[in-house]
């Protein structure tokens, strides 16, 4: 999605402080988004062309960067992250039968079913071959954890699709593991290249851990009332694949016992869920369901700044709360 | 398939040496084989009802046992390959689109695809995030490089399908990396818990290799020469899916050019491979490609027997030595 002013500018900040690093991460991610098979390296070189704003390689090189340059190994771990990301799209886009990511056809849509799997399970395995042959057994471990993370979230997903009485808590422990596990990661990892942040690395985490369900439910609040031309693609999505999100389960806990069963039969009665995206819609506009998403990515924003108390004093304490600000500044 | 009388002897012999350990496995892959999350649950019991042979998680224990019962570590970490490979199992046949296992409905056809890929993901991504967390790096290392190489295999598979003139070196190729990169890793695996034969885990891997190479031309040459009852399957399915293997390659190599052109025109003018398939095991038959391939797992046979001479005097030397008759033997 295309950044907003005051966003765009947020976001160059956070990227201007590492900009040496950011050079050499990206040339770092070229170099890894090749192969030496004819098709694996037509299709990563797709893949690369639908780049990311990075966010997830950042926070690893905002927590490493100390009062000298991020070491090499720190580069590569946050290559390592944007790979495992552009592994879990690659996934994800199979998973919901995607025709499209950032304006260009997905894997599986150009090159088949099967290729998208595959390519998915290169790259994973690429990075953790990589992470372990240079003996980053830390990453390796946090790394480790997030991919499992998804992976059941993953799971989660499928097994409750559709459920519209989905409980807020069950929603959140979607969330969690779908997105917050690695941007998590990414924050933990950074820290263990630093000689002083090290220590705090548990504070990174839950830096990480709370920035990233902002960060989701921020995205969840614009499938229901983004601006489809700057979201670059229709709101609506969620629904129409069966993901049951915070702005519909407020909804549906503040609405009243009728109003629920009145919309459940309609959409017993309706087997396209597109017909009736304008009657839901409406549903979470009446139940105010986008403000109470709203409340609950401010209250994640307030947990993560309230994380970094413990790095007082470190240029990361006022960097990472523009990070925060930033994931949340894209509600504007 | 089912094993004939000494091929049982010798799997037994070689599972008799490990009985304790065995027994632990068991009940280690089992646990690992459970999920919280109801439809995975659903889907892992199904998947270990159609248990194989454990011929991998064999090896590791084999390679580890030294005069005392191998460690628990060892019987964790033989448990995750067999865990690799049932992931690798349901991937595969998601790529294949088979619709079954080891006489059940294949997870894609009873759950779809969706959960195929999720369950794959899911138990790939346990078994690193355990073996991470408990600190056996060099296993991971092992294990990361294994499955790294099994993904390349698959897009080479995916590229070179019904390419008929596919080279030897290239055929060798994708079975080492597809077959052989696993039993190399377990048994490389097992030695990093001996006390003695952990300096020798080259060599292991040297026979891992190799008896990986057997393991996988065996297969391929049972799928045109195989008894269709004792293989519990029709022959021909690597032909019909599009995979050209060793017997066809070497028969490919001995005919006369105008015989490959009419048989490439054939296969031009019937887009259904089914209905080539007896002409094409006539034309390994009458080119002898059978054979030749079976003096191809011969010599692997004689190379695995050779990695172990630096193992004389260990048990290992002839108890693995029994394993290679073993994956030879399959062919009478």
Redo the contacts between chains.
């Keep these: 999605m295309p950044l907003a002013g005051e966003d765009r500018v947020r976001l160059q900040t956070l990227q201007e402080w590492i900009a040496p690093e950011l050079a050499s991460l990206e040339s770092e991610i070229a170099k890894l988004l090749h192969?030496d098979?004819?098709?694996?390296e037509e299709i990563l070189t797709h893949v690369s062309l639908g780049r990311g704003k990075l966010l997830r390689p950042t926070l690893v090189l905002i927590s490493a960067r100390g009062e000298e340059r991020a070491p090499a190994d720190a580069v590569f771990a946050a290559a390592c992250v944007e790979l495992i990301h552009t592994a879990t799209l690659v996934?994800d886009d199979?998973?919901d039968e995607a025709e499209t990511r950032r304006g260009l056809p997905s894997v599986n849509t150009q090159w088949g079913?099967?290729?998208a799997?595959?390519?998915?399970?290169?790259l994973?395995?690429?990075v953790?071959?990589l992470?372990?042959?240079r003996?980053l057994?830390d990453c390796?471990?946090s790394l480790?954890?997030a991919?499992?993370a998804?992976?059941?979230a993953?799971?989660?997903q499928?097994?409750w699709r559709r459920r519209m009485d989905l409980s807020v808590d069950d929603y959140m422990l979607v969330i969690r593991n779908k997105t917050a596990s690695l941007i998590e990661s990414s924050c933990e990892m950074g820290s263990f290249f630093h000689p002083d942040l090290r220590k705090h690395h548990a504070a990174l985490a839950r830096f990480g851990r709370a920035v990233g369900m902002a960060f989701q439910i921020v995205d969840d609040i614009f499938d229901y009332h983004g601006d489809q031309e700057s979201l670059g693609k229709p709101v609506g999505g969620d629904w129409r694949e069966g993901r049951i999100t915070l702005p519909f389960i407020a909804a549906w806990n503040a609405a009243e016992e009728g109003e629920r069963q009145s919309l459940r039969k309609a959409v017993d009665e309706h087997p396209d869920p597109s017909v009736l995206w304008p009657r839901v819609r409406e549903f979470v506009d009446e139940h105010r369901g986008v403000e109470a998403s709203y409340e609950a990515a401010r209250r994640f924003g307030s947990e993560a700044k309230e994380a970094l108390d413990l790095l007082d004093g470190s240029p990361q304490h006022e960097i990472l709360s523009t990070a925060a600000d930033y994931v949340l500044g894209r509600l504007h």
């Design positions: 192969s098979l004819a098709m694996l996934h199979f998973i079913a099967a290729a799997l595959i390519t998915g399970d290169y994973y395995t690429k953790f071959a992470l372990t042959g003996g057994h390796m471990r480790a954890r991919t499992h998804m992976s059941r993953e799971m989660m499928l097994e």
